[in-house]
Nanobody, 122 residues
């Protein structure tokens, strides 16, 4: 079994910062890409940022220059530092990881966290 557990969401005023964390646990052999997605009410889930195992990153245009994604491979953890938050950043944020499990080294599967609410007030 593999689990992704997120933390760090909450309610903040516009212009402030939050940091999200997501830790993978269980039968994790290795992790390829780790990323953050978000889904606002009435909208589709969208990519916010992702980072590969060698540290290459990719960001949605709407968060470039404000959000920073980073990972700690030793801890199987990915972080999302969110600065200069805007009301339009309000959404449920989901962690995603492409994981190779112990005992199944030839198969990589995508796993999702349970989601954490981020609300930015104006």
């Amino acid at each position: 079994q593999v689990q992704l557990v997120e933390s760090g969401g909450g309610l903040v005023q516009a212009g402030r910062s939050l940091r999200l964390s997501c830790a993978a646990s269980g039968s994790v052999l290795s992790i390829n890409v780790m990323g953050w997605y978000r889904q606002a009410p009435g909208k589709q889930r969208e990519l916010v940022a992702k980072v590969t195992s060698d540290g290459s990153t990719n960001y949605a245009d709407s968060v470039k220059g404000r959000f920073t994604i980073a990972r700690d491979n030793a801890k199987n953890t990915v972080y999302l530092q969110m600065n200069s938050l805007k009301p339009e950043d309000t959404a449920v944020y989901y962690c995603n990881a492409n994981i190779i499990r112990i005992g199944a080294p030839s198969v990589a599967r995508n796993y999702w966290g349970q989601g954490t609410q981020v609300t930015v007030s104006s």
